[in-house]
């Protein structure tokens, strides 16, 4: 089992900047890829960006050139440094991982949110 837990959300002026953190504990190894899904009210929940344990990183397009995915692995924390921040950014931030087993093929995982609110 890998447990995930966010921090560092928050209320921000539109414009500022946050910067989220994900620690993750337990079996970590095996961890292939994390991620960060954002879900604003009444809506579903969307990949925001991702890196993989190599270090390669994908970005929805509303938030390319505004945030930034990575993480430290002797840590195994993962961060998201988002700056520009615009009011349609607001929602609940979930960290996710990805996690391949010899035996118990993939998992998935989830932390359980922190809350971004961005004001106009």
């Known amino acids: 089992q890998v447990q995930l837990v966010e921090s560092g959300g928050g209320l921000v002026q539109a414009g500022g900047s946050l910067k989220l953190s994900c620690v993750a504990s337990?079996?970590?190894?095996?961890?292939?890829?994390m991620s960060w899904y954002r879900q604003a009210p009444g809506k579903q929940r969307d990949l925001v960006a991702a890196?993989?344990?190599?270090?390669?990183?994908a970005y929805a397009d509303s938030v390319k050139g505004r945030f930034t995915i990575s993480r430290d692995n002797g840590k195994n924390t993962m961060y998201l440094q988002m700056n520009s921040l615009k009011p349609e950014d607001t929602g609940v931030y979930y960290c996710?991982?990805?996690?391949?087993?010899?035996?118990?093929?993939?998992?998935?995982?989830w932390g359980q949110g922190t809350q971004v609110t961005v004001s106009s």
């Open positions: 337990g079996s970590v190894f095996g961890i292939v890829a």
């Open positions: 996710n991982a990805d996690r391949n087993t010899l035996l118990g093929g993939p998992q998935n995982y």
């Open positions: 890196i993989t344990s190599g270090g390669s990183t």
